[in-house]
């Protein structure tokens, strides 16, 4: 069983257009985490929730909306795609209270023509 | 603000020979460190972490770190090198002034590993 899931893995798309990744976690932990790894494969994180609660929003703009329906999932849609949005997108989670160690996901690669 | 640095993009080693990718860390209070591993399109996967104790912690895969305090290293080490160790190694930092929910990490260090 995969710990972390993303879907898709790859996504092709053009300016302006919305798309949406999904993520699950089966590991019962209370926080997750969006992350873009851009081209240079810099790691920034741009989300966490812990609870379903948003904690941290990294200054990502508002064209960004992760939801979390519940503690195991942690979806992020995307409008109005704009060429510098192509990335891998890795989702993370990890135990509140824990020492912390992150359980990423495969990660998306969003390429945006 | 917290934040780790890796000076080196790349790291050549031998194939048995002794690996270290190097960190440096800049932290308030006491820190919460991490290595990273990455395979070639695959996430990151958790290694080691030094959150209190031994500065010699040992991971996965016969790798170690040794966290140096008053030089702010945690540089990752491993005493015979495998082609198979090949990777994006990544150092990071829990940012504990953000309640431990953001983990801030460095560019990453190239390593190969010839045969």
């Known amino acids: 069983d995969t710990a972390v899931s993303q879907t898709p893995k790859y996504l092709v798309t053009q300016m302006g257009n919305d798309k949406s990744i999904k993520c699950e976690q089966n590991?019962?932990?209370?926080?997750m985490y969006w992350y873009k790894q851009d081209s240079k494969k810099f790691l920034k994180i741009m989300f966490s929730?812990?609870?379903?609660?948003?904690?941290i929003n990294e200054t990502v703009p508002n064209r960004f909306s992760p939801k979390s329906p519940d503690k195991a999932h942690l979806n992020l849609h995307i409008n109005s795609l704009e060429l510098g949005d192509s990335a891998v997108y890795f989702c993370?989670?990890?135990?509140?209270?824990?020492?912390?160690?992150?359980?990423f996901g495969e990660g998306s690669r969003l390429t945006v023509l | 603000a917290q934040s780790v640095a890796q000076p080196e993009d790349q790291v050549n080693v031998a194939e048995g020979n002794p690996l270290t990718v190097k960190c440096t860390y800049s932290?308030?209070?006491?820190?919460?460190l991490f290595w990273y591993v990455q395979y070639p399109n695959r996430g990151l996967q958790f290694l080691l972490k030094?959150?209190?104790?031994?500065?010699l912690v040992k991971g996965s895969y016969g790798f170690e770190a040794e966290f140096n305090k008053s030089q702010t290293s945690f540089h990752l080490k491993k005493p015979s090198a495998l082609v198979s160790d090949s990777a994006l190694y990544f150092c990071?930092?829990?940012?504990?002034?953000?309640?431990?929910?953001?983990?801030?990490f460095g560019a990453g260090t190239r390593l190969f590993v010839k045969a």
């Open positions: 030094y959150i209190t104790g031994d500065n």
């Open positions: 590991l019962g932990h209370d926080t």
């Open positions: 993370a989670s990890s135990r509140q209270g824990d020492t912390g160690e992150l359980f």
């Open positions: 990071a930092v829990r940012d504990m002034y953000t309640g431990g929910f953001k983990t801030i």
């Open positions: 929730y812990n609870n379903k609660e948003l904690i």
């Open positions: 932290v308030s209070g006491n820190p919460y």
